[in-house]
């Protein structure tokens, strides 16, 4: 069935969209979740397994301690109260790359709960609240062959791999989001990349999306204007890059309009997004919590994380990247919007070190986000990919702030730096390239240019002084770029006064 769809404006001149997300992470522990098998990405399928993570008769899990760590770091990097008491529990549910037939999770005794992150988008910072954090085991990975697709639909068979079964996840579960309006979808990728920016500070996962290792579930409902009543919600499920979050809210906004405004109501169930088309499909009704008949799970003890324990984890965790916001914002004499063009040009480490590195915050970020950020788009990378260090950034600012350097022979040295040809000094001693301040030698050069364009300098006598540029221009071809125009100007205005 295919539905219409209204407009995103059009949908939000009549509906407040409410969004919640749901965050599966991988952790990078060395182990998995519940035995020793080793966690590899991309391994020999079937080659890190053991008969505990393949749920074989009469095997018993132990605890991961590391990860229970983890996830302590996490919930409390998100301000979140750490329960002393807490268990796992079975959620049952057949799933073939599931070998246990159940998940071993945790339900109503999460280890975290109740915190918020704070998140800088459009120049104001906006509070997601976080329900709870919890652990549990990640299941096997089914790969279908024959097909065009890779789906199961038009599959001949399928091999299901269980190297990814036991690795532990933290699933960290939103509160609803309400009151964002417009900026629903926007607000929504600026919360998953705070999180996975803050993630990556901790060092407890890397985080990569397109591996995985990072997966986002997004809740998404309509409530009628000025109603106050909440609409029924959908689960877009495995939203797998920061740029889908944002599209995939934007189109249930679209699709759920359309089926208000026809008068139907929308059906609680998961979506699945699809990247090539922007839009979500129906995937299977949601289940309710009863369909998975939770029980405490009986081969594990409770877990009660001493309070020393976590004190000593709170007192461990790094600089957060809202407390480093709020350093540098400071430091740098920045504004919300500047500091988020530096962050979504992925440059605030570059910056930060090349600023450490001697150069103002001012040249830093304008080397960073103008002339750099132009190569790394054109050859397809990020800017902490170019084969540049901030040092070298720095040397070439303070050459320019001396005045050995103007602009574009700066430019020049770094396309040197970038080509591989050395150091910014060893660059500008292979290419001359340092500013010609010698005024003798500048003047040689005026008043060739003077005697090449009589006419312009007869202009400039009667007081057309912006006739200067053609001067200017002259010399500055002359010197090939190595003069300092301002010098120029000023010494052509002083011998045409005389
Ligand atoms: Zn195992």
């Known amino acids: ?42 391994a020999e399928p079937n080659s890190h397994t053991c008969p505990v993570c393949l749920g074989l008769p009469g095997s018993l899990p132990v605890v991961n301690r590391l990860a229970i760590e983890y996830a302590i770091r996490i919930g409390l990097a998100l301000n979140a109260a750490i329960a002393s008491w807490c268990r796992f529990a079975r959620k049952n549910y057949f799933y073939p ?29 906006v509070r997601v609240g976080i329900e709870r954090v919890h652990l549990e085991e990640d299941t096997g990975k089914s790969l279908h062959i024959g097909g065009a697709t890779g789906r199961i639909q038009g599959a001949e068979y399928s091999l299901v791999d269980y190297n990814r079964a036991g690795i532990p996840l933290v699933e960290i579960v939103t509160k609803p989001v309400p009151g964002t309006g417009y900026g629903a979808p926007e607000v929504a990728k600026a919360y998953v990349t705070e999180l996975r920016d803050m993630l990556r500070t901790l060092d407890v996962s890397d985080v990569r999306m397109e591996e995985g290792s990072l997966r986002c579930d997004v809740n998404t409902s309509l409530s009628v204007r000025g109603s106050g009543v909440w609409g029924t919600r959908t689960e877009t499920k495995n939203v797998n890059s920061l740029r889908s979050v944002e599209r995939a809210v934007r189109s249930e906004i679209e699709r759920q309009a359309a089926v208000l405004d026809a008068g139907d109501r929308v059906i609680q169930e998961t979506r699945h997004f699809h990247e090539d088309s922007g839009v979500t499909t129906s995937g299977r009704s949601k289940e309710e919590a009863q369909d998975y008949r939770y029980f405490p799970e009986p081969d594990l003890v409770p877990v009660a994380p001493p309070p020393e324990w976590v004190a000593e984890i709170q007192a461990s965790l790094p600089e957060l990247p809202s407390a480093r916001r709020a350093r540098l914002l400071a430091a740098w004499s920045l504004s919300d919007l ?60 303070e050459l320019v702030a001396s005045g050995s350097l103007n602009d574009q022979l700066a430019r020049q040295v770094i396309d040197g730096v970038l080509e591989g040809e050395g150091t910014p000094d060893e660059v500008v001693a292979a290419h001359g390239l340092a500013v010609v301040s010698d005024d003798s030698a500048l003047l040689a050069a005026i ?24 001067l200017v221009g002259a010399v500055m071809k002359a010197t090939r770029g190595k003069a300092d125009a301002a010098r120029v100007r000023e010494l052509i205005m002083q011998r045409l006064a005389s």
């Open 1 to 42: 069935m295919s539905v219409a769809t209204v407009s995103y404006e059009d949908a939000l001149q009549r509906y407040e969209p409410v969004f919640g997300l749901e965050t599966h992470v991988e952790l990078g522990t060395r182990t998995k979740m519940f035995c020793g098998c080793v966690q590899a990405f991309g």
């Open 97 to 125: 790359d599931m070998p246990k037939n159940f998940q071993i999770s945790q339900y109503d005794e999460p280890l975290c709960t109740d915190g918020y992150l704070d998140v800088l988008v459009g120049g104001r910072t």
């Open 338 to 397: 500047e500091f988020e063009a530096l962050r979504n040009a992925g440059a605030l480490d570059v910056v930060e070190e090349t600023v450490a590195a001697g150069a103002s915050p001012a040249d830093a970020r304008k080397w960073w986000l103008g002339e750099l950020a132009r190569r790394a788009n054109d050859s397809g990378v990020d800017v902490s990919e170019l084969p540049i260090t901030p040092e070298a950034v720095a040397r070439v600012a």
């Open 447 to 470: 008043d060739e240019a003077i005697a090449a364009n009589p006419d312009v300098a007869a202009r400039i006598r009667d007081g057309k002084v912006q006739a200067a540029g053609v």
